[in-house]
């Protein structure tokens, strides 16, 4: 075993984060930690790189945490360069000793160091720019490299597809794969653990459970799970309610009063089944509609040309109702400049589009989730929907995972995903028959993101959307319109 925690604690600012978790990695296992945001999947990273302690706790037995040799961890978000006008060149060259460049050691790492400095997306030239002169996404890549670079035994990766574009980050899935070492990651993106994890950790209320296999695995492990404990603590209650209804019946009975106390005995020593966990995803199982079916052809563009000065692509096309279309593309090639241009807050440079008879647009952009307001969650939705009672717009926010005590925090308190969740619950339940979203899960945590991919999926209209989510993208898409470098 190359790494363990028993019975380890953690608290920071007196609260506790981590409560009596048992950990371990054993030989090179490719781990994936995931839980709500703020359930302290990062600190138990920061715990593992050394930069946090376990608690003194009495109930602890044994040494808390241990390595079955010296190993070095090495954490991503760590990494950062003290001398900015290096080169990249030589703060990664720093890592091997100069004695014997023309060494059989040197030429595999540089041919390694070749090899990933591409594979995220670098040209071979970038090598003899100073830090620096890059981005701060950039340096952060360049970190990632040198941390790959340097091999060590435990590798951490707090959000490791952050600041890369799909090449890269499927590149980096099959590096991670064949990488001779173990691996910790903490990530949003499902597709990502699907094809690097092989153990999935989940952090719940401070305690850890381990799964074996890749985020979808765990997800049918847990609700298979889920089931037999409901029906075990079903049982149980009618069984309960049994005895129960017999003990009232004949406790006042004296030719009955022994038998009792005899089952007021087996309910006492009966060992109690937990109620199981509710879904932290909601699943949406009834179909979301819209108001009206609009026309079969939704959208139709002839010669499109979009752009702001210049045309940066020029589309011919046709959408037909109940379509659910994934827009793809890198970064710059026009994704939102056509979605500008089709709902009318940009001009086409020329060509033209049409939209169908009766087709009511939702419209939902990276800004939407930056709603500010000092109204309440369930005060502004009820202002959006006033014909709903109390009880109805409590049930349609429960949907969309905002508690009774969400539904009373201020707008302005929400997280940045909270407030887009808040706006597509809004554009859903106004029922338009053509949704048109901009990365709509962006800073969503997992179960939000299952409970708007359950939202989407159960919705009937038609969809056109952008997303880097290629988990989400192939729950939901059913085509895909590329927007390619060649135009």
Known sequence: MRYQIENGTVSLGGKT????IDFSIKGQEKIAVVGRNGAGKTTLLRLISGELSLDRD??????????????SIGFLHQQSFSNAERTVEEEILSLVSEENIFSKERYYFEKEYDRIFTGFG???EDKCKKIGQFSGGEQTKLAFIKLLLSKPDILLLDEPTNHLDI??????EEYLVSYEKAIIMVSHDRFFIDRTAEIIYELSDGKLM???????????????QRVSQQKKYDAQQKEIARLNELIEKFKHKPKKASMARSKKKVLERMQKVEKPDKEEAYIFKEKLQPLMPGAKNVLETEHLKIGYKNPIRELTLRIRRGQKIAVLGANGAGKTTFFKTIIGQLQPISGKYIIGNGIATGYFDQHSGEIQSEKRVEEHFGECFPKLTEKEKRQILGRYLFSSQKANVKISDLSGGEKSRLILAEILESRPNFLVLDEPTNHMDLPA????ESAFSAY???????????????????????FEEDG
Do not use: C, P
Request: charged letters at 30%; hydrophobic letters at 35%; a positive charge.
């Open 17 to 20: 984060i981590l409560n009596h």
């Open 58 to 71: 009495d109930k602890r037995f044994g040494k808390g945490i241990t390595t079955d040799k010296a190993i």
């Open 122 to 124: 670098f040209k071979k």
């Open 167 to 172: 090449a890269s980050v499927e590149w980096l």
């Open 210 to 224: 381990r799964y074996v296999g890749n985020y979808t695995e765990y997800k049918k492990q847990k609700e298979k």
């Open 449 to 452: 993101k299952e409970t708007m």
């Open 460 to 482: 009937t209209g038609t969809m056109l959307f952008i997303s880097h989510d290629r988990y989400f993208v192939s729950k939901i898409a059913d085509a895909l319109l590329l």
